[in-house]
């Protein structure tokens, strides 16, 4: 059973930055790939970034230049690294586990909480 906890949320003034944490159980990166979304009050779940096939990354456009996802393949944790942010940025994160399998099943984290102050 695939387990991501996420961490790293909180409140910041725009232009500052947070880095999000998620731990996943096993070896959910061998089978998986692993990704954030974000949801906003009153919007629908939006893809953040996320890894793919080779190793490459794919980027909303509105992440582009100001976020940045890595992985520590050893501790079993994917990070999403969030610079100069701005107040459109505030929703809750999720961390997301696709299975390499085209019409396999996706597994979320709880979501953590990210508020971004003008």
């Known amino acids: 059973q695939v387990q991501l906890v996420e961490s790293g949320g909180g409140s910041v003034q725009a232009g500052g930055s947070l880095r999000l944490s998620c731990a996943a159980s096993?070896?959910?990166?061998?089978?998986?790939?692993m990704g954030w979304y974000r949801q906003a009050p009153g919007n629908e779940r939006e893809l953040v970034a996320e890894f793919t096939h080779g190793g490459n990354t794919k980027y909303a456009d509105s992440a582009k230049g100001r976020f940045t996802i890595s992985k520590d393949n050893a501790k079993n944790t994917v990070y999403l690294h969030l610079n100069s942010l701005k107040p459109e940025d505030t929703a809750v994160y999720f961390c997301?586990?696709?299975?390499?399998?085209?019409?396999?099943?996706?597994?979320w984290g709880q979501g953590t909480q990210v508020t971004v102050s003008s």
């Open positions: 997301t586990a696709r299975e390499f399998d085209p019409f396999g099943a996706r597994y």
């Open positions: 096993g070896s959910v990166f061998s089978r998986h790939f």
